[in-house]
């Protein structure tokens, strides 16, 4: 659908194709196709992420085993509650460090701004991942497991005095000698 979208917009002259030695990209000379684009690329996507959140809050809230008497909440409830919370979070990043990239290459040709929202863009890389670790058990275990490897091959290697050593228990079964019975008179 973008191509076509593309497409359509070079071929009645809202959009220039510009190429230079190394790169390639598309010179938007209506307003209209800025409008175009912003909706499709930013608008829609959010309106069906707010859907998405509404559909998701709406079904683990109908879902939900809890009753206003009862103290419980049982584990399928917290995942589900943990799976909404961490799609919000995630969203929000979204919303705040990537959305003026696309608003902004739209509307603005100055090369500063561009690189500001483009950091923007990239800080978002990072925090991603950070916010996947942070928010997902299985991260942290992988991640203590692979600090655990790593402490115990090199760090402890470094530093061979320092670990305790510890006794070998061995168990020796020793022959007694075979008593005889001594036979009454």
């Not at 790593?150 to 228990?169: A, G, S, V």
């Amino acid at each position: 659908m973008p191509r076509i979208i593309f497409i359509i917009q070079a071929y009645i002259d809202w959009a220039h194709i510009t190429t230079s030695s190394q790169s390639c990209y598309m010179d938007y000379t209506s307003t209209y196709a800025k409008i175009t684009n912003t909706t499709i690329t930013f608008i829609l996507p959010i309106i069906l992420n707010i859907l998405v959140i509404c559909v998701s809050i709406h079904h683990v809230h109908v879902t939900s085993q809890l009753r206003r008497t009862q103290h419980h909440v049982s584990a399928r409830e917290k995942y589900h509650r943990s799976l909404v919370i961490q799609f919000l979070i995630f969203y929000i990043v979204w919303l705040l460090l990537w959305s003026p990239n696309v608003i902004i290459y739209q509307f603005t040709y100055s090369t500063a701004i561009i690189k500001i929202v483009r950091l923007l863009s990239f800080i978002l890389v990072v925090l991603d991942s950070i916010i996947i670790g942070a928010l997902d058990v299985r991260f942290w275990e992988v991640w203590q497991n692979i600090w655990r490897h790593i402490k115990n091959r090199y760090f402890l290697q470094l530093q061979p005095q320092q670990r305790q050593i510890r006794p070998i228990q061995t168990n020796f079964a020793i022959p007694l000698p075979q008593l005889q019975q001594i036979k009454p008179v």
